[in-house]
């Protein structure tokens, strides 16, 4: 199985930036497309940006142009740069990757972690 951990969450100003990392351990060779999630209070989780194996990236309309998803494969981290960040931003953010089992594919997720934004 895989375990995926998220840091990098905390309070910051609007305008500001956060890095989130999530460090994924265990089956790591059979992680495809990872992706981060966000759910702010009392609304649905939704997708903030997703990453293939080969780097092709894909944000929410919300955040292109200022948060940016990568992956260093060789440490098995999923990162999030956010810059320009808004109070609207504020939610659990969720990492999430997609893990490829003989015989079937499973969505995997982190804890969350919490970033809040105050105006």
């Known amino acids: 199985q895989v375990h995926l951990v998220e840091s990098g969450g905390g309070l910051v100003q609007a305008g500001g930036s956060l890095r989130l990392s999530c460090a994924a351990s265990g089956s790591t060779s059979g992680i495809h497309a990872m992706a981060w999630y966000r759910q702010a209070p009392g609304q649905q989780r939704e997708l903030v940006a997703h990453i293939t194996t080969t780097g092709t990236t894909n944000y929410a309309d919300s955040v292109t142009g200022r948060f940016t998803i990568s992956r260093d494969n060789a440490k098995n981290t999923l990162y999030l740069q956010m810059n320009s960040l808004k109070p609207e931003d504020t939610a659990v953010y969720y990492c999430?990757?997609?893990?490829?089992?003989?015989?079937?594919?499973?969505?995997?997720w982190g804890q969350g972690t919490l970033v809040t934004v105050s105006s």
């Open positions: 999430n990757a997609g893990l490829v089992l003989p015989g079937q594919y499973l969505q995997v």
